[in-house]
């Protein structure tokens, strides 16, 4: 069976300092893998995308960027946090080419101070 | 704009009652339908999804579509009180390059009172 890890779980940061977080899929192979992000009172917003490794796809500009070194890798990375990045980030992956069915991992919870 | 709409409630049921659901979308060409389920502090988890119209039924969930009034539901039987939980509506939209866009509502707090 599929199994999606993130880390860490919770992540408390002050305002311009730099961010890393990890997600990798274990149980398949080729996945398409995302990056969401849902702010308190918000809905689930896409940030990142790819379909393969070094594929991203961005949908919201920001400060924020993404990275799949390995098939089953995404990490979501930024140089300079703001107080606007706190929220509850997620990953998910789908299997390739359908995307029907997204499966998210645990989640990160980020708080910018 | 590709947008998803849902009451945020909360929608208060009785334990035992039935809770009904609903979402309704802009985009003509959408082509599956998902209904996610999040506890408080949790992640959404995958409970139904649904590609043509009409109902389908797993367990206590019954997810209908009508895609030509742009309009999805779920509806859950014999509510208890571990279905209190947000309940997020998705639908997806091919955008090319082999991937499928998810577009949420902000969901609807369901409340199941024992």
């Known amino acids: 069976s599929q199994t999606i890890h993130q880390w860490p779980a919770t992540l408390v940061q002050p305002v311009g300092s730099p961010l890393s977080l990890e997600c990798t899929v274990e149980?398949?192979?080729?996945?398409?893998l995302y990056w969401y992000r849902q702010a308190a009172g918000r809905g689930l917003q896409l940030l990142f995308y790819s379909v393969g490794i070094g594929q991203i796809s961005s949908e919201v500009p920001q400060n924020l960027s993404a990275s799949r070194p390995q098939d089953r890798q995404f990490i979501l990375s930024s140089k300079k946090l703001l107080l606007s990045d706190s929220g509850f980030y997620l990953c998910?992956?789908?299997?390739?080419?359908?995307?029907?069915?997204?499966?998210f991992g645990p989640g990160t919870r980020l708080t910018v101070t | 704009q590709k947008e998803v709409e849902q009451n945020s409630g909360p929608l208060s049921v009785p334990e035992g009652a039935i809770a009904s659901l609903n979402c309704t979308y802009s985009d003509r060409g959408s082509q599956s339908f998902f209904w996610y389920r999040q506890y408080s502090g949790k992640s959404p988890e995958l409970i139904m999804f649904i590609y043509s119209n009409g109902d389908k039924e797993d367990g206590r969930f019954t997810a209908q579509l009508n895609k030509a009034s742009q309009y999805v539901s779920l509806l859950i039987r014999d509510s208890q009180p571990s279905d209190s939980a947000t309940y997020l509506c998705?639908?997806?939209?091919?955008?090319?390059?082999?991937?499928?866009?998810?577009?949420f509502g902000k969901g609807t707090k369901l409340s199941v009172i024992p």
């Open positions: 998910a992956w789908s299997v390739q080419g359908t995307g029907y069915e997204q499966y």
């Open positions: 998705a639908v997806t939209l091919y955008s090319g390059a082999g991937s499928y866009q998810l577009t």
């Open positions: 149980g398949t192979s080729n996945p398409n």
